[in-house]
């Protein structure tokens, strides 16, 4: 018989049912946490701020110490001996906060005795500055170099010896004095550069010369000023257009511009340079730092930092190339601002009154003249006026090629002529010694 099947179906009850509206006691319990929770999550928040905050001065702090300096051990200036009344708190007058940047050096590291042996106990000084002292020294492999070591009562400091570090390790040129080394540590925060044997350019113009016969104690020729304003100029271009980003050095000045043996010219002490942007802006707003005489009058007036006031000090350095005057002039009723006195004697037309005599008359005055009319306009009161550092540095490369055609044409001129008078001479010899009467027998 075939398999009957029955089917069974149950009835439920809907299966989704309406859920009952929550009680009024569910309501006031879900009033009352909210706002608990919410002010939870603030107080943490809050603490983990203070903690972190805590933290990050406690890390900058120690780190200020870390490199705290003890000068008892570094000869100060009026105490060559040393034993300066002080301890590692002695720098505590700088500002302390800046050492926790301590500069991501790629140069060689050298510890305080390593300073000590390449200076001989600091015994080689050689001059001082806002800095602090220098020394010079030998490395190991024999090179010579210059190890400038901040002071306890250095007008510059902590800040500026990390803001110098820190340039130098990226700008390479040949016309910027080269970072070698440094040394950061209790004992003694130093800079180690190449050793620059011609001494810096003020002192060259200034020049107490002696009567020795070395080309370098010699007055600088108008071809050895020229080049060394061309060279300067270059650095300063550098600076300006292929650093990343680029830097304003905000001291050019004499002093400054250093020289080698063969008195090629380098851009030195970078511990006042500013970097900016030169896409956002044409100018940035800083405190005034420079050196009377080749400050930016506009800079001075506005607090308004630009590329421009580099330009300013460098017309300022050219003036005193061309005439060897320094920047401000105490000489009687000619007394004042270089710059100025320039202007005064050139509205009369009188550009020979104005070149430094030591040159002897040795130029060519439409050189000077066109040099002279540069520094005019790089020291216009208003920075628009000013060219920028390139078309400087085109202009000076011009006055040197032309400087070099006529040294060139001068030399022609001269061996030309030296050979016209052996000529004439070889002839007038010849002439009169055919003219002479033959001495002893007549031949039959």
């Known amino acids: 018989m075939p398999t009957s099947h029955a089917l069974h179906c149950w009835l439920f009850g809907d299966i989704n049912p309406t859920p009952s509206p929550p009680s009024p006691s569910s309501k006031k319990i879900i009033i009352i946490i909210i706002p608990i929770l919410l002010l939870v999550i603030i107080a943490v928040v809050v603490a983990t701020v203070c903690f972190l905050r805590k933290k990050n001065k406690q890390t900058m702090v120690s780190a200020a110490n870390d490199h705290a300096i003890n000068y008892e051990n570094i000869p100060q200036e009026g105490n060559p001996n040393g034993n300066y009344a002080g301890s590692a708190a002695a720098i505590s007058n700088q500002p302390k906060a800046e050492?926790?940047?301590?500069?991501?050096?790629?140069?060689?590291?050298?510890?305080?005795?390593?300073?000590?042996?390449?200076?001989?106990?600091?015994?080689?000084?050689?001059?001082?500055g806002g800095f602090g002292s220098?020394?010079?020294?030998?490395?190991?492999?024999?090179?010579?170099?210059?190890?400038?070591?901040?002071?306890?009562?250095?007008?510059?400091?902590?800040?500026?010896f990390m803001a110098e570090a820190e340039n130098l390790t990226r700008v390479h040129h040949k016309n910027l004095v080269s970072l070698m080394g440094y040394c950061i540590d209790k004992n003694c925060m130093a800079l180690v550069y190449e050793y620059m044997q011609g001494g810096n350019l003020h002192d060259k113009l200034k020049g107490d010369y002696?009567?020795?016969?070395?080309?370098?104690?010699?007055?600088?020729?108008?071809?050895?000023?020229?080049?060394?304003?061309y060279e300067s100029a270059l650095g300063l271009?550098?600076?300006?257009?292929?650093?990343?980003?680029?830097?304003?050095?905000?001291?050019?000045?004499?002093?400054?511009?250093?020289?080698?043996?063969?008195?090629?010219?380098?851009?030195?002490?970078?511990?006042?340079?500013?970097?900016?942007?030169?896409?956002?802006?044409?100018?940035?707003?800083?405190?005034?730092?420079?050196?009377?005489?080749?400050?930016?009058?506009?800079?001075?007036?506005?607090?308004?930092?630009?590329?421009?006031?580099?330009?300013?000090?460098?017309?300022?350095?050219?003036?005193?190339?061309?005439?060897?005057?320094?920047?401000?002039?105490n000489a009687g009723r000619e007394g004042g601002n270089l710059v100025q006195w320039v202007h005064q004697k050139l509205s009369g037309g009188d550009i020979e009154s104005i070149v430094d005599t030591r040159m002897q008359d040795k130029y060519d005055i439409n050189s000077v003249w066109k040099v002279t009319e540069l520094a005019c306009r790089c020291t216009e009161r208003t920075s628009s006026q000013r060219p920028t550092m390139s078309?400087?540095?085109?202009?000076?490369?011009?006055?040197?090629d032309f400087e070099i055609s006529m040294e060139d044409i001068h030399k022609k001129s001269t061996t030309n002529l030296v050979s016209d008078v052996s000529q004439d001479s070889t002839t007038f010899e010849m002439a009169y010694m055919g003219g002479m009467p033959t001495i002893g027998p007549s031949v039959r």
């Not at 200076?119 to 001082?128: C, H, L």
């Not at 020294?137 to 009562?153: D, R, W």
């Not at 002696?210 to 080049?227: D, G």
């Not at 078309?391 to 040197?400: G, R």
């Open 237 to 329: 271009e550098y600076l300006h257009k292929a650093c990343n980003p680029p830097l304003i050095h905000r001291d050019v000045k004499t002093s400054n511009i250093l020289l080698n043996a063969n008195l090629e010219a380098k851009i030195a002490d970078f511990g006042l340079s500013r970097a900016f942007d030169i896409n956002a802006t044409s100018h940035v707003s800083t405190r005034v730092v420079g050196t009377l005489g080749y400050l930016d009058p506009e800079y001075y007036l506005s607090n308004q930092l630009s590329a421009k006031s580099d330009v300013y000090s460098f017309g300022v350095v050219m003036l005193e190339i061309i005439t060897g005057r320094p920047p401000i002039i």
């Open 134 to 160: 220098v020394y010079s020294g030998h490395l190991e492999n024999g090179l010579q170099v210059a190890i400038k070591v901040l002071s306890q009562s250095s007008t510059q400091g902590v800040r500026e």
């Open 99 to 128: 050492a926790q940047d301590t500069p991501k050096i790629d140069n060689r590291q050298f510890g305080y005795d390593d300073i000590k042996r390449i200076t001989n106990d600091f015994q080689n000084n050689i001059g001082t």
């Open 391 to 400: 078309a400087v540095v085109a202009e000076l490369k011009e006055s040197m």
């Open 210 to 229: 002696t009567q020795t016969c070395s080309h370098n104690e010699m007055p600088l020729s108008w071809k050895q000023r020229l080049r060394i304003a």
